[in-house]
């Protein structure tokens, strides 16, 4: 079974700090990808990478930012936080470029910014 | 207009009967579909997956694609209480590796 491992459920910082939000796969997956997800929005993707160094922008990059320097590893960095940055992220792998192959999604990070 | 839509609901469903979920998206070339669920609080974890049209069936779910419609829909037979979720409809677009949620239907099985 695939795990895709956030490193925390629950994370509470303050406007204007450097937040990081790690993701740990342990498939070998090319793909990882970072969402938000807000009640009334669906999700969204912040970022994606498709390989080690390797990342392009979603819909809602602004105010995020990556880094993928191990191929297992995918983390998003909040450069400044803000209020409005308070949601569910959700990090995802997936393998290949199979055209069905399904991604897997970790169990969240819930942020909240003070 | 969203590239993949889904009626928010909720879909509200007797115990036993079938619920049905319905998706459209935009994107003609789109190659794959999923189908996900998600527990309140949890996050989605994959139902099914179709890229051909026509229908697919894992026990208790159908999935069924009609590409020339771009709809994709989910059946859900002899519904459960734990059938309780919201289920996502993600699609794989013609180009590129990402995919694209609609906005997830909410489903309640009463017992």
């Known amino acids: 079974d695939v795990k895709v491992t956030q490193s925390s459920r629950y994370l509470v910082k303050r406007t204007g700090e450097k937040v990081f939000l790690e993701c740990v796969q342990d498939m070998d997956h090319e793909n990882m990808f970072w969402y938000r997800q807000d009640p009334g929005l669906g999700l969204r993707l912040i970022y994606f990478s498709y390989d080690v160094k390797m990342k392009e922008k979603g819909d809602i990059p602004e105010g995020y930012s990556v880094s993928r320097e191990k191929k297992e590893r995918f983390s998003l960095i909040l450069e400044s936080a803000s209020t409005n940055q308070t949601s569910m992220y959700l990090c995802?792998?997936?393998?290949?470029?199979?055209?069905?192959?399904?991604?897997?999604f970790g169990d969240g990070t819930r942020l909240s910014i003070l | 207009q969203k590239e993949v839509e889904q009626n928010s609901g909720p879909l509200s469903v007797p115990e036993g009967a079938i619920a049905s979920l319905n998706c459209t998206y935009s994107?003609?070339?789109?190659?794959?579909f999923f189908w996900y669920r998600q527990y309140s609080g949890k996050s989605p974890e994959l139902i099914m997956f179709?890229?051909?049209?026509g229908d697919k069936e894992d026990g208790r779910f159908t999935a069924q694609l009609n590409k020339a419609s771009q709809y994709v829909s989910l059946l859900i037979r002899d519904s459960q209480p734990s059938d309780s979720a919201t289920y996502l409809c993600a699609v794989k677009g013609a180009a590129g590796n990402k995919l694209t949620f609609g906005g997830g239907t909410r489903v309640l099985v009463k017992p």
């Open positions: 179709i890229y051909s049209n």
């Open positions: 994107d003609r070339g789109s190659q794959s």
């Open positions: 995802a792998s997936r393998g290949g470029q199979v055209v069905n192959q399904p991604q897997h």
